[in-house]
């Protein structure tokens, strides 16, 4: 199908670009990528009246290192976080969840603002700002605001900002971790995760001392399993310890049956990811413990 009758524009600046989607009164749309709205379009799941495009904006795209946090331009492009040496040594969770991020061509376009913007419930950037408590900093015409990933994703497909805001800006908390692994299955690789986590550890040789624990592809949003962490660095740091873990994780969380597969069986890959990931994150820390 072709999209329905829209107009566009490509302003140069922030302001610019808010003052167009202000003049729409909310039938406006951004595009980034164009990766998820362009298929939304043709499909005529969305009819815009204006696409207000962001990409003619300039210094809307940078990884930076801030010591303890590291900002991110929301026109950064998948595949610059998925090669960034930065990236790697600071937010290694992220390093290795971009490559699992759709296929290469989707990774050359596809920005972090719009992903975040577009909240898929299985797409990694949205998993990893719950993971590391990202702050996403938008801009509209009432100024600028920063909102804590945990408020930002509303439902599927629904973030919390209005209609005339734009994503200007991610940070990602540099973390404090012995160790850490990313575990996913799609059906192909480069599809949409059926379950996914991600998972980080500090320990000391006989004990956890911490853990942060995020998942997707199991509810209407990326989860952050708060109470998870809590439990499992209460438990002896033994040779059960991942079969355990994994029912823990799997108690969290209800999918429902969807036409890509029943909530019983992402409940099942998710345990045997959380096993796996709890093993692969020990080891990691066994190593610098
Ligand atoms: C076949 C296919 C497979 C895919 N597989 C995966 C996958 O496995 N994992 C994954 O994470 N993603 C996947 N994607 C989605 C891909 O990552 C997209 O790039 C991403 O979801 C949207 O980014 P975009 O920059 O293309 O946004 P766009 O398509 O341009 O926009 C998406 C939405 O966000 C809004 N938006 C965009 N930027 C902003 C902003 N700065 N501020 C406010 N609103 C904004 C737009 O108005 C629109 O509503 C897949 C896409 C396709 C087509």
Redesign the pocket.
Known sequence: MKPAKFDYIAPSTVDLAIEALVASNGEG????????????LNFRM?R?SILVD?NRIEG?SYIEDREDRIAIG??T??RDLEHSPLVAARLPVMSAAMR????LA??N??????????A?P?????MLAMFYDASIA?RGPKGLRTIAAEDFFVDALT?C?EPD????EVEFPVLDHDGWAFEEV?RRF????LASIALSVRRTETKLEGARIAVMGVADTPLRLREAEQELVALPLDAQLPERFSEIVASKVSPNDDLHASGEYRTHLLKQLSKRALRTALEAGERTA
């Open positions: 749309k951004v595009l980034a990528g164009g990766q998820s709205l362009l298929p939304l969305a815009p962001l809307l929301a026109l492009r998948h699992h991020v759709a296929h989707i990774r376009r596809g920005t972090i603002g719009g992903s975040l913007s577009h898929d299985a797409a990694e950037l949205p938008v973030n900002l805001e734009i994503v200007v799609a480069g599809d949409f995760a």
